[in-house]
């Protein structure tokens, strides 16, 4: 291979893609928005047990697939997570510079515009975040590149195209606002040049691909489009806020942040004013070379203004739509950034005097750099929550409480990802279904009575750093009743700036015992199944303290009713629902103690995994589930579950994780 191609072709690619890595990992930002605790756990669930086809996540294979493929391959971790989509946002400044050396841009203006592309505030933030529409916008651009590479190739481009749509649509059926701009470049191709294979391939590949994937789910589900049937995301903005939102919108739709942050930073302004240029270049047609809008500059504008007005117009019968427009829009318009920003370096080299050509590099270079100062600004919310969130792991690893109560939206990563491996140590117990400051409040003063001396409280700190979620969490600032003096504060890593009312994050220590609150006097003279009945109706209620409590009295004082056993084991359930995990198992140790033939002994030893699994014990974890599966094979469903939670066990490693541990016990 000639020197020049090595650089065009191998050196100058190999920098791009370091380039955008680094920067994603400098600015990465971790669990920060709402959907990753879904797809964290959907990826995990299918990891071990395969889709089950019921979930709008499940049926969009498109938004697990590759962490499904990355968690195989590195085991289920914070890495194994963000991976694939740092990967895919770092790989659209490869996707630019390929595209612009194909429409005949010298190598170096080409390398520049991807540098400039791969740190564009919103792209890098997209590498820093782990979402769906990452992957949508990875596939979009993927498409741009095969309809430009691919041109002299029809069948190829038609088939590349139509693949990356068909994937697109299960990750987002939001891939079909593309379909417009596309239909009107394949009309273009056959009037102006004559070619139709293109499009025919395209079609046709897309209606086997769509019809074979319909078949499929009509067959599963009985639905043609099951996701689209169950799950209609539809939020109108009422006529009272309609003047309110058109009034913000224009801002928060170029910023993209409810805290007053850029995301999308300069962007969106000079593609205006490049646009504006060429479009007075080509009303006047006297304002110098290469300032008139070509067909190319026409496709790029469709792509990402079709998708922009589609998305925020038609969703709900042409009118705005709550739930698409601010402050949430910013996550929403991902994919129109890749194209956005490819038009910005395109017109910028465009604009540049022919015989000046190097000062389209050196604008290119100039708005790199002001690009990396606009993403600091970007990507300083998430940062600062990251930092604080590492903070308070570091300072957790360290203590090693027996119990870390949390947040419910931050205990589950804590739990599953960051304390994954002190699981044994440490049992991390969030409020179940808690969401405002008040539930938080009220679970607190109902829970702590229960907990010896020993655990620590996270407070401050917690969900997303989006959506307005900053009150769903311990804020203490919020509480009616404030904590208990036995309550004292270990340490302060000081408040989140950007969240309004802030308030220091802090880690609480439980120095003493609590007294509880006095005990709930029963249903006076009630008979065991009386009792029964009212605690099955707080169990339904999800009231499991309550219940708990009328469970606890049948099997006690009732031992020998018709009731007991089921108390007994309703009594046990509403300690694993609420993931007190050693009170499971004792509570089912002591169910098959005293009912050794009980219908409940099979699930006595799955919710013992379960629990075992929680507390990071994995030998007895599978000890367990193999119990389940060798003593009762009759029961299908349990033992479907049951061998999946071995699968999971064995995939937790990942398969560099199983090499090494065979590597190490074969020295």
Not at 235 to 247: C, E, F, K, Q
Request: net charge positive; with cysteine.
């Amino acid at each position: 291979m000639r020197r020049s191609a090595l650089l065009r072709r191998v050196v100058l690619p190999a920098m791009i893609l370091a380039w955008a890595c680094a920067l994603r990992v400098v600015f990465f930002s971790g669990f920060v928005l709402c959907d990753d605790f879904q797809e964290l756990s959907t990826a995990m669930y299918v990891l071990a047990h395969g889709p089950v086809l019921s979930d709008q996540f499940e049926l969009r294979f498109g938004v697990w697939l590759f962490n499904v493929a990355a968690f195989k391959l590195f085991g289920i971790s914070e890495f194994g997570f963000f991976v694939p989509t740092v990967l895919m946002s770092a790989s659209l400044g490869l996707v630019g510079y390929a595209i612009l050396v194909r429409w005949g841009y010298a190598v170096l203006p080409a390398f520049a515009a991807a540098l400039m592309i791969a740190a564009a505030p919103f792209d890098v933030l997209l590498g820093g975040l782990r979402a769906n529409d990452v992957i949508l916008a990875w596939l979009v651009g993927l498409a741009i590149a095969a309809l430009v590479v691919l041109d002299e190739r029809p069948v190829w481009q038609g088939l590349a195209v139509a693949l990356c749509g068909w994937l697109g649509f299960y990750v987002k059926l939001w891939i079909v606002y593309f379909l417009p701009v596309l239909g009107v470049h394949y009309l273009v191709e056959a009037w102006r040049r004559g070619r139709w294979r293109g499009a025919i391939v395209f079609a046709l590949a897309s209606l086997v691909l769509h019809g074979a994937t319909c078949a499929f789910w009509k067959w599963r589900m009985g639905y043609w489009l099951p996701f689209i049937w169950q799950h209609a995301a539809t939020y109108p903005v009422t006529p009272g806020d309609l003047a309110r939102v058109l009034r913000i919108y224009p801002d928060l739709l170029l910023h993209g942040s409810e805290y007053g942050t850029t995301l999308f930073g300069s962007v969106p302004y000079l593609v205006a004013l490049g646009l504006t240029l060429k479009l007075v270049g080509t009303v006047a047609r006297r304002f110098g070379v290469g300032c008139r809008m070509d067909a190319r500059d026409w496709a790029l504008f469709g792509c990402y203004a079709t998708f922009f007005l589609l998305l925020n117009f038609f969703p709900n019968s042409l009118a705005f739509d709550r739930y698409y427009s601010p402050p949430r829009i910013f996550r929403y318009l991902a994919p129109l950034s890749f194209p956005m920003t490819l038009h910005l370096a395109k017109m910028v080299l465009d604009l540049s005097p022919a015989r000046a050509g190097w000062l389209g590099v050196v604008a290119l270079l100039a708005l790199t750099g002001w690009n990396l100062h606009q993403t600091v600004e970007a990507a300083a919310p998430s940062r600062a929550y990251r930092a604080k969130l590492m903070a308070v792991v570091r300072d957790v690893r360290e203590r090693r409480p027996p119990m870390l109560v949390a947040e419910f939206w931050i205990s589950y990563f804590l739990a599953k990802v960051y304390l994954r491996d002190l699981a044994r140590e440490i049992q991390v117990m969030p409020p179940i279904r808690t969401y405002v400051a008040r539930d938080y409040d009220a679970w607190l003063q109902r829970r702590q009575s229960e907990l010896l001396p020993g655990p620590l409280l996270l407070t401050g700190f917690g969900s997303c750093v989006h959506y307005g979620a900053h009150r769903d969490l311990f804020r203490l600032a919020l509480f009616q009743s404030g904590l208990h003096p036995a309550w004292k504060v270990l340490k302060d890593f000081g408040p989140l700036a950007y969240v309004p009312q802030p308030e220091p994050v802090r880690l609480w220590e439980l120095t003493e015992p609590i007294p509880g609150p006095p005990a709930t006097r029963l249903d006076g003279g009630a008979g065991a199944e009386e009792l029964f009945k009212s605690g099955m109706a707080r169990f339904d209620e999800q009231k499991y303290p309550e219940a708990a409590a009328y469970f606890h009295t049948v099997a006690t004082d009732f031992p020998d009713s018709a009731f007991a056993e089921n108390a007994l084991y309703y009594h046990t359930i509403c300690f694993f629902r609420e993931q007190r995990w050693w009170e499971t198992i004792r509570g089912f140790e002591e169910l098959m103690r005293r009912y050794p033939g009980s219908q409940y002994v099979p699930g006595a030893y799955y919710h013992i995994g379960m629990s075992y699994a929680a507390l990071g014990d994995r030998d007895r974890a599978r000890e367990a589930f193999e119990t389940l599966l060798r003593k009762f094979p009759q029961e299908q469903t349990l033992g479907r579950v049951a061998a999946g939670e071995v699968a999971m066990l064995d995939a937790e490693g990942g398969l560099f994780g199983r090499l090494g541990k065979w590597l190490g016990g074969r020295r």
